[in-house]
């Protein structure tokens, strides 16, 4: 090594270790702005979820496509050691989900409802988490001759990110899946027969306390 080199080697060298502070800094590291004072450099999401969510789902009903949007709001626990996180959630939305007015026979989900568990992982201000857990909704289906409404029930799973904008606020997105079990709708002419299934792409804001 040429002499050059070897003292700049040797300044960096007592750089790093006459300013601790610079390795330890997580925000110098790319890590979380928001840490609450952990050493990993990563945000706390355990607390309390207070929030609102917006979205829109598509699916299908028997024969019948439906699509339409959601609105409604969530409240949840998270725990967190280090980087793991858990925690369960409940959400409430009411649904504009329906098949098209051109068919004979048409579906409405008219409220969505789940209580699910949540497992992640916390990347500095990123949390990606998986959940699922019990789905409820109520439904109305519809012909010619008249209409029956139904509560479903069924199980829903799926995958988030939140991303925290402050210490209690943040930001998030998730892609739910129902499957709910047949149920038969009974209208004056006919019984029919349907299993319904919903795709929700959810987006929302969340308060940490």
């Not at 309390?48 to 949007?69: F, P």
């Not at 409940?90 to 051109?102: E, M, N, R």
């Not at 209580?115 to 500095?124: D, E, H």
Request: hydrophobic share 40%.
């Amino acid at each position: 090594m040429s002499p050059i080199r070897l003292n700049a080697a040797l300044l960096c060298l007592a750089f790093s270790v006459s300013n601790p502070a610079l390795a330890a800094d997580p925000d110098l590291m790319g890590g979380s702005s928001f840490s609450g004072g952990s050493n990993l450099g990563v945000t706390d999401f355990s607390g309390v979820n207070l929030g609102v969510d917006l979205g829109a789902g598509i699916g299908s009903a028997g024969q019948v496509n439906t699509s339409g949007l959601i609105g409604g709001a969530h409240l949840g626990y998270h725990f967190q050691s280090t980087r793991l996180m858990g925690g369960a959630e409940a959400d409430v939305l009411t649904s504009g989900i329906k098949s098209g007015s051109l068919a004979t026979l048409s579906f409405q989900q008219k409220f969505l409802s789940s209580l699910r568990v949540k497992a992640g992982w916390v990347f500095g201000d990123l949390l990606a988490y998986g959940t699922l857990g019990y789905a409820y909704s109520t439904s109305s289906l519809s012909t010619n001759t008249g209409s029956d409404n139904k509560t479903n029930k069924g199980t829903v799973f799926g995958a988030g990110a939140e991303l925290a904008v402050t210490k209690s606020v943040s930001l998030r997105a998730e892609v739910l899946r129902y499957n709910f079990n047949s149920l038969t709708y009974n209208t004056p002419a006919n019984s029919i027969a349907v299993t319904p299934n919903t795709n929700l792409l959810k987006v929302g804001a969340n308060l940490r306390f």
